[in-house]
């Protein structure tokens, strides 16, 4: 059986907090923002990025949709740019905010794998039209989100591979491989469907009957919970001597 995941804490203080931009004002402090305008701005930019990607998304066009002039959005962000990068860490510093409680909870490491997979999976399935335009507005050149992902090995990767690593010297995963082969298998196994197949969907890729069939296999959560399952009992299988 594969173990259960523990209770997920909740974070405390300003845990998960996007970083603070220093558009506007000059400093380390977003400008102040008494009437709502810059999480207005945030919000529509989010959603137009999910729609569009970041890739297409423009100044005129976001203020549009907040309804606030050009000016306020300068006052704020001071650039597009600006803008572009701290929409997309505030839509991902809530993931790191639940991912680090469970990374350190005291239970066992494959518990705590478990556990982590499942945050992924969960928010993966809830940004996946995000995810998928990020990735495509990296590939397309929009700077912020190619750093972003250059960055990715310091953030929740991190996380995955130190647990790895762990159940591997209790002899909990195969001790031999190295703990990104291991989490290539995982990614492989449980969040690639999700990407690929939504991505050949959105793009026409598939004959419609058979993304009818084929979604709901990959983008159901208890779907993707038994694929979890598949993937880890075959590595604790093979740590078994």
Known sequence: ????????????????????????????????????????????????????????????????????????????????????????????????????????????????????LDQLVEFLLAHAGFVGQLLADAAAGEQPARRFLSSMTGRHPQLVLQVIAQAQRRGELPGREPPLHLLMFLMGAIGAPVLALGAAARGGLLPPPLAAQLLPLAQDLPSVRRRIDWALRGLVAGASP
């Open 1 to 116: 059986m594969t173990p259960r995941a523990p209770a997920r804490p909740r974070p405390a203080g300003n845990a998960g907090r996007p970083r603070a931009s220093a558009a506007g004002t000059g400093g380390g402090a977003p400008a102040p923002d008494p009437d709502g305008t810059r999480l207005r701005l945030l919000q529509a930019g989010r959603a137009r990025a999910t729609r569009d990607g970041l890739r297409r998304l423009t100044v005129r066009g976001v203020a549009a949709d907040a309804g606030v002039n050009l000016g306020s959005f300068v006052y704020h962000f001071g650039t597009r740019e600006a803008f572009v990068s701290e929409l997309i860490e505030q839509w991902y510093a809530p993931l790191m905010a639940r991912l680090q409680p469970t990374a350190d909870d005291a239970a066992p490491p494959l518990v705590r794998l478990r556990a982590l």
